[in-house]
């Protein structure tokens, strides 16, 4: 019998133009969205695009995904269903606005 509990814990990595950058600890299931992660660790910077938000994945084959999820619409509009679930080492990148506000 072990001495400590087997606990399996997940991250992903919160990047660029958040207020609160960093590893998070996520529990898997419906609540582990990009958009809930983001506003749970203080929501984005003035100067972010939450329009153009980046999702980094690693398959467990090695093959590299790369998604682009409009946030600001998930949030603005309340579409839920089009956010997306998070998995355990999933980088997400809050991009900083381009010239022109964009």
Request: glycine share 10%; net charge neutral.
């Amino acid at each position: 019998m072990p001495l400590a509990s087997s606990v399996v814990r997940e991250q992903v990595y919160l990047l660029g133009e958040v207020n609160h950058p960093g590893a998070v600890a996520i529990r898997s299931g419906p609540h582990a969205t990009v958009a809930r992660v983001i506003l749970e660790q203080g929501g984005t910077t003035q100067y972010a695009n939450p329009g153009r938000v980046q999702i980094q994945r690693t398959a467990p084959d090695g093959t590299k995904r790369s998604m682009v999820v409009d946030v600001a619409r998930i949030l603005k509009l309340g579409a839920f269903e089009e956010d997306v679930p998070l998995q355990d080492g999933d980088v997400v990148i809050v991009p900083e606005k381009g010239l022109l506000g964009l």
